[in-house]
């Protein structure tokens, strides 16, 4: 592996390319990193960046965020890590601020109004074709426990108003939980 | 002052909370944004998650730059973005050590386990409350007030992203042009 070419500039310029022209969030982002810092300038090896999106991936917040965070510490440590932050952090901060000034004066033309409405319901089909697929998903695990679990989150949620940085830690919690009693379950059946 | 901490605070929860990338997150935003701050209406969260969706780069990172900047201008998008990393930060730099030596524990996958199943609910709590919008309007679910080109565009548009996979932003744009043209039609 070649690893005199690792440099802080190379490092910038590739996340912030990678954050400025890949729509749709960490599950485009983070294959793009990939292909750039594993097999283009082969600056980690494959599994270690695969390694690296999955601790990305299980961590809270936005998944191409920690995975560069990751990837800039495991290259160049602390200064690194904040040097691959700050390149994906500032397009979505460049572009946003420019729609959000143009927004109120976008919202009042007629034409752009009607289109953005009708948008809405492609959203709503893109989220539910996730839910779809990720629901589905846990249908065929065919335990009972995730799907109660979902049913439950879901209505605390929609019925009860229950806040949302609850229901997460119990979650988490009653996941723990699971696992410590089926381990038991397992050692008392020996 | 005050209000560019309660940003940087606000989306300092959301990048701590949000387990599981982009949409994850957009339940968060709402409950922090719409509910407890007011700082958006219900018809601004879902035009700032369309236009979150169609633009590069981290869900969460386009949301707290919108929200900070309706809010605060350019400080307040500084600190909602800086809020929504924090935890990231923190977070997957201590993660990076100790994940080789928990990668196995059965507790660890445990936590996982429950939060994979919330994270499905609450992203469709946050797809209902938007698809009720785009039906509806503002008149909470009266049926007499569905929109039925709105319902067109939403059973096409997934019935297209189920058989043909194709990139949401195409779906959310080929949506959003054959509900403008055929309200023009029904215009006429």
Same mark, same amino acid.
């Given at each position: 592996m070649d690893r005199e070419k690792t440099n802080l500039p190379t490092l910038f310029l590739s996340v912030f390319r990678i954050s400025a022209f890949t729509f749709g969030g960490g599950y485009v982002i983070v294959p793009l990193m990939r292909r750039r810092?594993?097999?283009?300038?082969?600056?980690?090896g494959d599994e270690e960046m695969l390694d690296m999106i999955a601790i990305g991936q299980s961590a809270p917040g936005p998944i191409a965020v920690n995975t560069s965070i990751l990837l800039g510490y495991r290259l160049k440590g602390i200064p690194g890590a904040l040097t691959a932050l700050l390149g994906t952090a500032l397009p979505p901060l460049i572009v946003l601020s420019l729609i959000s000034v143009f927004y109120d004066a976008f919202r009042q033309n007629a034409v752009v109004s009607t289109m953005l409405s009708a948008m809405r319901s492609g959203v709503a089909a893109v989220i539910a074709d996730v839910v779809w697929s990720m629901g589905g998903g846990i249908l065929k695990t065919r335990r009972p426990f995730p799907l109660i679990l979902m049913i439950l989150a879901f209505l605390s949620v929609w019925?009860?108003?229950?806040p949302i940085i609850l229901v997460l830690p119990f979650c988490g919690f009653a996941g723990f939980l699971d696992a410590w009693l089926k381990r038991r379950g397992a050692e008392a059946g020996k | 002052m005050s209000i560019l901490l309660t940003l940087y605070l606000s989306f300092f929860q959301v990048g701590l909370f949000a387990f599981g990338g982009g949409l994850a997150a957009l339940p968060l935003i709402r409950e922090q +944004?719409?509910?407890?701050?007011?700082?958006?209406d219900p018809n601004t969260f879902t035009d700032l998650v369309t236009i979150a969706e169609m633009t590069p780069g981290p869900i969460a990172l386009n949301a707290a730059t919108f929200v900070g900047m309706r809010v605060q201008g350019i400080m307040g998008a500084f600190a909602a973005t800086l809020g929504c990393v924090t935890p990231s930060l923190i977070i997957v730099l201590v993660l990076a050590r100790l994940y080789k030596a928990w990668r196995d524990k059965p507790g660890f996958q445990g936590i996982l386990s429950g939060l994979r199943p919330a994270a499905v609910a609450l992203i469709a709590f946050a797809g209902l409350s938007i698809l009720i919008l785009a039906l509806f309007?503002?008149?909470? +679910?009266?049926?007499?007030?569905?929109?039925y080109i709105a319902l067109i565009c939403f059973s096409l548009a997934l019935f297209v992203l189920r058989k043909w996979k194709p990139s949401p932003i195409l779906v959310i744009f080929g949506a959003g042009i054959l509900g403008a043209g055929l309200r023009l039609l029904a215009g006429l």
């Open positions: 810092f594993a097999e283009e300038l082969k600056w980690v019925l009860f108003k229950f | +944004t719409v509910i407890i701050h007011a700082w958006l309007g503002n008149h909470g +679910t009266v049926p007499e007030k569905l929109d």
